[in-house]
């Protein structure tokens, strides 16, 4: 039970310290480079974001996954976060939503495809 | 098969049963040939078939497009292969093209190993002169460095990579349409290319064949895909003024043609996989057909432009 009750403490402990690093800079969002999978999870098929808007609250992740055949990007239309490599087919990419506000975004290699992020408190 | 347009709704000269015709045609390239200042498009399979040397002429080259190296999903597990046969077709044609033009997407992910492998199938062309113009698939990262390291070495290529060159009397012009691309929008060519653009035929007599080639088409083929090119009304004002304009895209994996005043729009197969008709599938992704049925088909229908005709004749030319 020792043994249990130590990793336990051991887990928050590490859960704390990545909490800490994972908290964006205001008025920017971060690119975690974890593939940490959220309830805020955007799926890219045909062509499209799915939802194209997400709700999230600051400090939660957000990640993106590929399901076409086709290579796509994310891309911050005013350059707010990280943006992400051609995703090839069920490949992720994942941010750390930042300060409060409207994020918009789009597929720089089909820019037709956008979408927005709105990041609460 | 009869090889007549039973149905032509949109007055272009192509029904649905013959655009599905034009599908077959994966794997196969496009002869163009200059007779008088006007261009003329046979298909290899066709040439091949007749088992005669290209008439005479000015010019003759070839466009190939949309090898996608490195795909290998459901709609093509072996774009290499079919790679290589539409490189077959060109060396068994009885008299060979003075040079070829590849309209991008030359890789599927930009990746280093692709263009290798590219370029070493492309060793076994007996055609050693090819222009390339990028597809967004060969900038996926690096904004076209890599690219234009290994295709602009026999051209001097300006900003992002285009340029122009001259061949037997018609102008060439190699324009790039895929990157910097503005969120909402299409392909665009932005400013500083238009200016040199303008600058690039200022000196030319109205009656210079010019020949236009980018990757995704300069005219307005199907916005809701992206399949157009949001500047291209003023790169195409620059070229008003001239008797024959022939402007060749890549993109969209299949063949579709316009005739606007002087110009002649027309987009080439891919040699890796089909794409949808427009707005006849829920995205513009591959379309797969049973692998079979795809090599079966290289080379079985023919698209032809001829002088006087203002739309496609798509003809059958089974070779099985």
Same mark, same amino acid.
């Given at each position: 039970m020792k043994t249990f009750n130590s990793k336990i403490k051991i887990a928050a402990l590490l859960c704390g310290i990545s909490s800490l690093s994972l908290s964006a800079l205001p008025g920017e969002m971060k690119d975690t480079g974890s593939s940490g999978a959220g309830q805020n999870r955007i799926e890219i098929k045909d062509f499209a974001f799915n939802p194209p808007t997400v709700t999230v609250k600051s400090g939660e992740k957000v990640t993106w996954i590929n399901r076409d055949e086709e290579p796509h990007t994310v891309v911050s239309v005013e350059k707010q976060f990280k943006k992400s490599s051609a995703l090839d087919t069920d490949q992720e990419f994942t941010i750390t939503a930042g300060a409060p506000g409207t994020y918009t975004y789009y597929c720089s290699v089909h820019p037709k495809m956008t979408g927005t992020i709105v990041v609460e408190k | 098969m009869s090889d007549y347009i039973s149905h032509d709704h949109e007055h272009d000269g192509i029904d649905r049963r013959g655009f599905l015709k034009c599908m077959a045609w994966a794997g196969t390239g496009v002869l163009w040939t200059v007779s008088g200042g006007v261009l003329v498009s046979k298909t290899l399979a066709q040439i091949a078939k007749a088992g005669k040397p290209v008439p005479a002429t000015d010019l003759s080259f070839l466009q190939i497009s949309d090898s996608h190296i490195g795909f290998n999903k459901a709609a093509n597990k072996d774009v290499t292969e079919t790679f290589k046969i539409a490189l077959d077709r060109?060396?068994?044609? $009885?008299? $060979? $093209?003075?040079?070829?033009?590849?309209?991008?997407? =030359?890789?599927?992910? @930009?990746? /280093?190993?692709?263009?290798?492998?590219?370029d070493q199938v492309l060793k076994s062309c007996r055609v050693k002169d090819v222009f390339f113009v990028p597809g967004e &698939?060969?900038?996926?990262?690096?904004?076209?460095?890599? !690219? #234009?390291? #290994? !295709?602009?070495?026999?051209?001097?290529?300006?900003?992002? +990579?285009? !340029? @122009?060159?001259?061949?037997?009397?018609?102008?060439?012009?190699?324009?790039?349409?895929? %990157?910097?691309?503005?969120? +909402? +929008?299409?392909?665009? %060519?932005?400013?500083?290319?238009?200016?040199? %653009?303008?600058?690039?035929?200022?000196? %030319?007599?109205?009656?210079? /064949? =010019?020949?236009?080639?980018? &990757?995704? /088409?300069?005219w307005t083929v199907y916005p809701q895909w992206g399949w157009g090119t949001s500047d291209s009304e003023r790169a195409l004002g620059y070229l008003k003024r001239f008797g024959s304009v022939t402007v060749l895209n890549g993109h969209i994996h299949q063949v579709l043609q316009k005739v606007e005043g002087n110009v002649t729009f027309h987009t080439a197969m891919s040699t890796a996989f089909p794409q949808p008709a427009p707005g006849t599938a829920p995205s513009p992704g591959p379309m797969t057909v049973p692998a079979e049925k795809l090599r079966s088909m290289l080379g079985l229908t023919s698209v032809q432009y001829k002088q006087g005709n203002t739309g496609l004749a798509v003809v059958d030319s089974n070779l099985s």
């Open positions: - | 060109i060396n068994a044609m $009885p008299t $060979p $093209p003075s040079f070829l033009i590849h309209t991008g997407d =030359i890789t599927q992910l @930009s990746k /280093p190993e692709e263009f290798d492998t590219f &698939h060969d900038v996926l990262n690096d904004g076209g460095k890599l !690219y #234009r390291e #290994r !295709y602009l070495k026999s051209v001097e290529g300006k900003g992002s +990579g285009w !340029y @122009s060159f001259n061949k037997n009397g018609v102008h060439f012009i190699a324009l790039v349409n895929v %990157l910097d691309l503005q969120a +909402g +929008g299409l392909g665009q %060519l932005g400013d500083e290319q238009l200016e040199w %653009l303008e600058d690039d035929v200022k000196g %030319l007599g109205s009656d210079t /064949p =010019i020949v236009v080639f980018a &990757h995704i /088409p300069l």
